[in-house]
């Protein structure tokens, strides 16, 4: 069969990585892709959100399975519009797609449905928004609504650097039409887990949980990123906690969105702060997570096209998902500047020296004159699987130090939490 993927970034590159790992698959495109995918798909020059561009491509090519990576393409509807010309294709519809698209829909919704989250109120004008803040004499979460690449979350510990917040989204359009709406929140104290699941609208299957590392620098500091890195399965989340996630949160959730009349089909991600209260969900996310796709993936033992291919059958009752024994970390290498300005273009070296059980996927890559060279912000993520997280750790560190490139910078303590 032929899959196409949609994308060209590091969760792309895990993606078309494993989907290769199929028995069942000849042969795999990627629109746009990067210097990585290159070696391993057709990489189709393409944009994840050129919706008519995709789907002639598609048609022409006869492509039996198309998955589509990032959020963008989903929330403008690539499903529905795939599915309409009779295509196979994995991923939410538009109207399932905005649990993330927009993040006061999803606390509406979580409100509706009894899923437990932060006390949030939403505005699309500064004024109110500011009043609110300056009745809230507490931390607060300040998050732009639309999408904004993981990077629209500021936490304000004082009423001041909120207010700034608001000015910054709804005033300053730091994050573009992100910022049409402000969603405020109280600051949830704990620590964060990712839950990925399967879903095909009615049954559930959760992945192994993984746990992001969203400030750029070490210790959590500086800005939120897209994430800088990744570890799975998190020891933090027990098995007393995933029924209770299950029961509280994705059962809620899937039925709900059924309830709707928009039955939800794809991967379920449900970003979580386990509290003193328990777990609270902080986000969806309607596709794989960018970086936890890497580590996740690598320890998944069953053959993705089967699960996606039932979730879109709607027989994932059939399938048994395996998981592989031991752990698995992805350390993100960004370019200098990351996440503001960042060059572009600086040779990567040292890519053909990984240890042993060590991939690397490309995130922001190109090709130049015969060499691969840095081409976005998030630039590598050096994955690695080992019987246990301190030698995942380990062996992940190994691999980052053969590569260099520019002004490459990285976490030095992904996965430390867990240890």
């Given at each position: 069969?032929?899959?196409?993927?949609?994308?060209?970034?590091?969760?792309?590159?895990?993606?078309?990585?494993?989907?290769?790992?199929?028995?069942?698959?000849?042969?795999?495109?990627?629109?746009?892709?990067?210097?990585?995918?290159?070696?391993?798909?057709?990489?189709?020059?393409?944009?994840?959100?050129?919706?008519?561009?995709?789907?002639?491509?598609?048609?022409?090519?006869?492509?039996?399975?198309?998955?589509?990576?990032?959020?963008?393409?989903?929330?403008?509807?690539?499903?529905?519009?795939?599915?309409?010309?009779?295509?196979?294709?994995?991923?939410?519809?538009?109207?399932?797609?905005q649990l993330e698209g927009s993040k006061a829909l999803a606390k509406h919704f979580m409100l509706k449905h009894n899923i437990p989250t932060a006390k949030y109120a939403a505005f699309p004008n500064e004024r109110e928004a500011m009043d609110y803040v300056r009745s809230k004499n507490k931390p607060l979460v300040v998050k732009a609504s639309g999408l904004a690449a993981g990077k629209g979350v500021i936490i304000c510990q004082y009423m001041a650097d909120a207010l700034d917040a608001v000015r910054r989204v709804l005033v300053d359009k730091e994050f573009g039409d992100a910022g049409n709406q402000v969603v405020i929140e109280e600051c949830l104290e704990g620590q964060e887990v990712s839950v990925l699941a399967f879903t095909d609208g009615k049954t559930i299957i959760p992945m192994v949980p993984?746990?992001?590392?969203?400030?750029?620098?070490?210790d959590d500091k500086g800005p939120n990123t897209g994430g800088m890195g990744a570890y799975a399965p998190a020891p933090l989340y027990t098995p007393d906690l995933h029924e209770v996630v299950v029961r509280d949160i994705l059962e809620p959730t899937i039925k709900g969105m059924a309830n709707m009349g928009w039955p939800y089909k794809g991967i379920i991600y449900a970003g979580l702060?386990?509290?003193?209260?328990?777990?609270?969900?902080?986000?969806?996310?309607?596709?794989?997570?960018?970086?936890?796709?890497?580590?996740?993936?690598?320890?998944?033992?069953?053959?993705?096209?089967?699960?996606?291919?039932?979730?879109?059958?709607?027989?994932?009752?059939?399938?048994?998902?395996?998981?592989?024994?031991?752990?698995?970390?992805?350390?993100?290498?960004?370019?200098?500047?990351?996440?503001?300005?960042y060059p572009?273009?600086?040779?990567?070296?040292?890519?053909?020296?990984?240890?042993?059980?060590?991939?690397?996927?490309?995130?922001?890559?190109?090709?130049?004159?015969?060499?691969?060279?840095?081409?976005?912000?998030?630039?590598?993520?050096?994955?690695?699987?080992?019987?246990?997280?301190?030698?995942?750790i380990d062996k992940a560190y190994q691999g980052v130090e053969r590569i260099k490139f520019n002004g490459a910078h990285y976490r030095k303590d992904i996965g430390s939490k867990a240890l």
């Open positions: 069969m032929k899959v196409l993927v949609v994308g060209g970034g590091g969760r792309e590159h895990a993606l078309v990585w494993k989907i290769a790992q199929s028995p069942r698959v000849d042969k795999i495109y990627c629109a746009p892709g990067n210097a990585g995918i290159a070696q391993m798909a057709q990489c189709v020059d393409i944009q994840a959100e050129d919706l008519d561009g995709l789907l002639d491509f598609a048609q022409k090519e006869k492509i039996d399975l198309t998955v589509v990576g990032p959020e963008a393409p989903l929330t403008i509807g690539i499903v529905d519009k795939f599915t309409q010309a009779g295509l196979r294709i994995f991923g939410p519809s538009k109207n399932a797609a993984s746990q992001d590392h969203k400030r750029v620098f070490d702060m386990i509290t003193a209260d328990g777990p609270k969900v902080l986000e969806y996310n309607v596709r794989f997570g960018d970086p936890e796709a890497q580590p996740v993936l690598s320890l998944l033992d069953s053959d993705l096209v089967e699960i996606m291919e039932a979730v879109i059958d709607e027989r994932l009752d059939q399938v048994e998902v395996k998981w592989k024994k031991g752990a698995a970390v992805c350390v993100v290498m960004a370019a200098q500047g990351y996440p503001g300005n572009k273009g600086d040779v990567i070296t040292g890519l053909d020296k990984m240890p042993e059980n060590v991939s690397v996927f490309h995130a922001g890559t190109a090709q130049k004159e015969g060499q691969i060279v840095t081409n976005g912000g998030r630039v590598l993520g050096v994955t690695a699987v080992g019987q246990d997280l301190p030698g995942a």
